[in-house]
Every structure is written in C-alpha cells, then in structure tokens.
C-alpha cells in the first residue's frame, strides 16, 4: 500500500452503514470545520458552563493583534519587583525617619536586590540582551519604556548606596540622600509599568488603563509591607503592617472596579490560567490581610502573613501578564468593543 | 539610508503628535521634505497570486519562515510578521459578488453569423466578452493583500524606546535593525498586528514601503510586482483621490459592500499610509474596524500613573503615622 493510500485510508472508514470520515467533496460548505473551530467547539463542551456565544466575524478566528512577545518569568517578575521596590523604598526612608533601623535594613537591602532582578528580567527579556545600553539612546515621553530605563537606571544605583550604607552604617550622610532619593523615585517606578503595558493594543491591558497604576502600587505596597512582616522584628513592623493593609485594599478594590467598568475585555482576568492566577492572589493576599490583622503580637503568624503578600503580589503580576496574552490572542477581544465602539459613535 | 536622529527635542507639540491630520514627516522633523508616499491596495482586482509576497521576500532578502499548509482556503502563510511583510488573505463566502461571472454559457448564441466576422468580432456586437457581467453567482472568494499601514500616528514608533523605529522623509515609518534591542515593545502596541518579533534574531522586522527603493526613485517591489494593479503606488494625495474615483464606480455599479478601509485621516490612526478598498467588513479580513493607536490615551495614562504615584506616597505617610499602635 501506498503512503497516499494510507493516508487515504486513514481518513475515512469502509462500515457496514457506509463510508464514514469521508470527506465531503463538493457538497462541502466554505468554512466549516476547519480546525480551529472545531477545537473551540471541543473546549467549550468541556468547559464550564457555556455563556451564549457573542457572533462576530474574523479572519479564521487568527488574533487581530500580534501578541506580545515578552516572556514569563522575565516580565511578570519585573512587575512584581518594581513595584516591591518602589514601595519598599517609601518603607526604607520612613524607617531612616523615624528610627526603625531593623525595618530600615530590610526595606532598603529588598529594594536594591528587587530592583536589580526587575533589570535583570528586563534585559534577559530582549531580543538582543547585548544592546540594553541602546534603551538610554534616546528619551521619549512617547514611550513608557523608554521613560522607566532612565528612571531605573537613576533609581537603583540610588538604592544600592542607600542599602550598602544602611548594612554596613558607613557614609550615613550620603545613605541617608540616596534614601531619601530612592523614595522620591520609588512611587513612580511602583506605577510607571503600568502605563508601560496599558500603552498597548492588549484589550485587557489598554482597557484596563485608569485603574491598572492603582492595582500596581497597591499590589506593590502589599509585597513591601510583606516583606517587612516577614523579616522585620515585631517591635518595628507596625508601618509595614499598615502599608500591607493599604496595599491589599488598594489592590483588591481597584482591580474589581477595573473589572466591572471593562466589561468584556476583563473576561481573561478571570478565565483560564491568567484567571487562576488573579484567584490565586486573591486568596492569597487575604490570607495574609488576615493575618496581619489577627496576628499582631505573633511573630510566625506575621510572618506567614507576609510570605503570603508577597506570593499575592506576583501571583497577581502573573495573572495580569497572562490575562493580557489570552485577550490578545482571541479576536473577540479586539473585534466586538471596536464593533460597540462604532454602534455608539452613530 | 543614514536617517537623522529626531527623537529628541523636535516635536512641535505633543498634541499634534498624537492625535488628528497631520504631516507625519514635518511633524517627525523635515521642514522640507517629499510628498508623503503610500500604498492604495484595491482588493476589487487582487487576483491571489501572491506576486507581492514572493518579491517582498526576494528584495527584502526575508528569511524562509516554514513552509505550510493551513487549510484556510489559499493562505499558507497566515497574517503580517516579522517575515510576512506582504499577506495575501483569502475569503471564501456564500455571497454573491456583482459582475465576476465569467459568462461561458453560449446556448442563446447563433455562432453562424459571429463565426463569418472572423476572428474580429467587434465589441459591441458580441453577445458575451470577459467583460460582460453575468447573474450574480452565490460564491464569491475575496483576495486582499495586506501590509504595514505606516500610519500618521504610528503606535510602534511611538513606544519604541531605542529610536530603531522612525519616521522617514516619505513619511513611512521603518525600524533601523542596527538600533532595534528587541524589547518587543512595538509589538503588542500595533493595533493591526503587522510588526514582529524574527525567531533566532530577537529583533522586530517590518515592511519599510522599500526605503530604499524609495529613496533612488523606484516604486515598492510589491506594487511592482503586481500583474493587475490592486497595489498601486504613489503620493497619498493622489491615491486618496484615485481611491474615491474607483470606490464611486463600484457603487455606481452596484458593489454597495465595497468601501474605503484607512482612508479617513481623521480616524483612530489618523490615516493609513497604507490604504485599502474593501469588498466586506474590515474584521472578515483580519483587521480591526475600529483601530486606535494606544498613545492616544498615554497623557490620560500618565495623569493616572502621577495619581496613583501619590497615593502610595499618601498610604506611606499613613502608615507610619499609625505604625506605632499596630505593632
């Protein structure tokens, strides 16, 4: 038997009834069970219950959009450390401010070694790591990238000086500047990669654009307060305490509020696995609300609670990251609110 | 091909950069410069062949990206990426399509008289030529080739943080592989999905309109290479012009569906450099009806960025002046 016959005889079935599997001929009708449908069919018997199907047209349900190219850990991970970071420095200089030195160190040494790794995630991430240097070519107010390299690349050094002075209490005139200065850049290296992925075409993360800064520096102050209650004694960790506090309620009501106003393009935060991971964040950040609520005066119980808000806080990184891949690569996302668009404009 | 660094310090304003009709290349730089150049691609008379991918591959010496077969109808090679500069797409519907009916039918024809005019049958007198439009049939198959709009407001120039991406003199919008880091930044900022990332290369490649083609006088290798004229090059001014003509005809004769895609400089893009006439909704193409360039909203973003800035600067404050009691 020939390779053609196999093939042949692979596809359809000699059966008492009558051929079976055959292949429709010229009685096939254009654009019926081409693979990619097929397989949605497939998914949505499986899946959870189905909503009714919204109609719309694309081109062989391919994504409109190119997606984005950035890899997981790298970007998720520079998410979640800036905005660790960022925070992180605001609790290093309150502690410089008001004499916590144990909260001090730590705020400070995890600033520095989160702003490193988010550097180290952002140039892993490039197509051609050896040009990083091209980021400081230019400075465009058009780009977010653009604005966020020059601002790590004056933010982190800053935190390296203060957190070397703050371990070793040497220069303290000089830490205290640079921790001073590393808090005044700190806010907007917390908030500035939300602009960065909002300022795509990703529906879910351009729709997503008035409240996805507050979801960052929210999500980012409940990472560094974490951390304070995870390393930090009981008797000064009453600020980070309260930033974790701050920061999961920033987090949990922007987000929702993103969620209800986006309508649509807000599906992915909740399906599939950038869903699973949102779900995962918020379960963990409310553990660890909880316990930095319940557990004051217990040191395990806090620091559980702060190894919590940190998973929460890049948990939730991840799930943004994801959710955005999985709206970029469905058409529906892009296609029906540019369709409303339209319908309302006339 | 040595183009100027213009990223710093020259915008009129950003305003004018990010929204409404402009002059691209004035706005990128050149106070004197040529005629904004661009495609008007009539998907009325694309045929399919191809031509224009294959010599955008050869001219632009693009790799070899797989070689497959999708089973969506004559496309093989899918959408626009780093090395599908030119993509022709192929719909097939259960549509009638006005006037493409090639008329082999000849029962109600007396051969006799027609075959004694010999060879020479005038025109007029013949009962069916290839133009002679016949019923309407219950199939049609849409052809378009699609490529780089080179937008007013380019949102892949826009975010590019290197500068590999600028504007040129014609008002094209092309990446310098030279500067490009691969950050990727440009590519989910796209609102068409043209620009991409190249496998094994790391950098973002994407249609130059043939810079340099351009740049000693010759037209694009697409348009070029086009055996039926669906891609016609030249001055945007003119194309807009000869685009209205032809669109004017189709509805004259009966084409309703046909319509302009990327023309109207007042659009989310402001224009497309690259323009289309469509014979359907953008979406069955692969296009989004309503495209934006996302930096349309960045001076909104920032506002929300400062506010939100400020109050992590507010819950910090907050949280060491109540930072003694929750010890």
């Known amino acids: ?346 | 091909m040595a183009p100027v660094d213009i990223t710093i310090g020259r915008r009129p304003s950003l305003d004018g950069a990010l929204l409404g009709d402009t002059d691209p290349a004035t706005q990128g730089g050149y106070p004197d410069h040529p005629p904004r150049m661009g495609f008007f691609t009539d998907t009325s008379v694309c045929i399919g062949c191809k031509a224009c991918e294959v010599a955008c591959k050869e001219w632009n010496a693009i790799p070899e990206d797989g070689l497959l077969f999708t089973g969506m109808s004559m496309d093989n090679s899918q959408g626009l990426g780093a090395d599908t500069w030119r993509h022709v797409a192929f719909i097939e519907q259960r549509k009638p399509i006005a006037a493409q009916d090639p008329g082999v039918a000849h029962e109600g024809v007396d051969v006799t008289p027609l075959a004694r005019q010999g060879s020479g049958t005038a025109a007029g007198q013949a009962a069916v030529t290839p133009t002679t439009p016949g019923d309407a049939g219950e199939f049609r198959w849409l052809m378009a080739s699609d490529v780089c709009k080179h937008c007013t407001h380019a949102a892949c120039l826009d975010v590019c943080p290197t500068g590999s991406l600028f504007r040129t003199e014609f008002g094209t919008v092309v990446v310098q592989e030279d500067i490009c880091n691969g950050c990727g930044y440009c590519i989910p900022a796209c609102p068409y999905g043209v620009i991409d990332q190249r496998e094994g290369d790391g950098r973002a490649w994407k249609c130059t309109l043939c810079y340099d083609r351009l740049s000693v006088g010759q037209e694009p290798a697409c348009a070029k290479s086009c055996p039926t004229n669906s891609i016609q090059f030249g001055p945007l001014d003119e194309l807009r012009e000869r685009a209205d003509a032809r669109l004017a005809r189709l509805h004259e004769a009966g084409v309703i569906d046909a319509r302009l895609y990327g023309r109207d400089p007042h659009d989310g893009v402001g224009g497309d450099g690259a323009f289309f006439l469509l014979l359907d909704e953008p979406e069955v193409y692969g296009l989004p009806p309503d495209p934006v360039v996302t930096t349309r909203d960045l001076p909104s973003m920032a506002k929300h960025v400062a506010a939100a800035a400020a109050t992590l600067i507010g819950g910090a404050l907050a949280a060491f002046a109540v930072g003694r009691w929750v010890s």
């Open chain 1, 1 to 346: 038997m020939t390779e053609f016959q196999q093939a042949r005889r692979s596809s359809s079935d000699v059966t008492k009834d009558g051929l079976r599997g055959q292949r429709p001929d010229r009685d096939a009708l254009t654009g019926v069970a081409t693979g990619k449908r097929a397989k949605l069919r497939a998914r949505q018997r499986d899946g959870a219950p189905t909503v009714p199907e919204v109609t719309f047209t694309s081109y062989y349900n391919l994504p409109v959009i190119n997606s984005p190219v950035w890899s997981s850990p790298d970007i998720p991970g520079y998410l979640f450390l800036g905005g660790l970071a960022g925070a992180a420095s605001l609790l290093g200089a309150g502690a410089q401010v008001t004499r916590r030195p144990a909260l001090g160190r730590v705020s400070k040494a995890g600033a520095f070694a989160a702003g490193v790794l988010s550097l180290v995630g952002l140039v892993h991430d490039l197509g051609r790591p050896a040009r990083f240097l091209h980021m400081l070519r230019v400075f465009k107010v058009t780009s977010p990238m653009s604005v966020g390299s020059w601002l790590l690349s004056g933010y982190v050094p800053l935190t390296g000086i203060a957190a070397a002075s703050s371990l070793s209490g040497r220069a303290p005139k000089v830490g205290a500047a640079a921790t001073a200065a590393s808090a005044l850049l700190g806010p907007a290296v917390a908030s500035y990669t939300a602009a960065l992925i909002s300022d795509t075409a990703v529906p879910a993360w351009h729709d997503g654009y008035p409240e996805m800064p507050f979801v960052f520096v929210g999500s980012g102050a409940a990472a560094a307060g974490g951390l304070g209650l995870l390393a930090v004694p009981l008797t000064q960790s009453g600020p980070a305490r309260a930033m974790a506090v701050f920061g999961v309620g920033t987090e949990l009501a922007s987000f929702e509020r993103m969620k209800r106003r986006i309508g649509m393009t807000a599906e992915p935060y909740s399906e599939g696995r950038g869903g699973a991971y949102v779900r995962a964040g918020k379960v963990l950040s409310l553990f660890g609300l909880a316990g930095a609520v319940l557990g004051r005066g217990n040191r395990v119980v806090t620091a559980l609670s702060g190894a919590a808000l940190l998973a929460s806080s890049a948990a939730t990184r991840w799930g943004i990251f994801h959710a955005g891949v999985q709206s970029a690569n469905d058409p529906k996302y892009t296609i029906i609110p540019q369709r409303e668009r339209i319908k309302g404009r006339r």
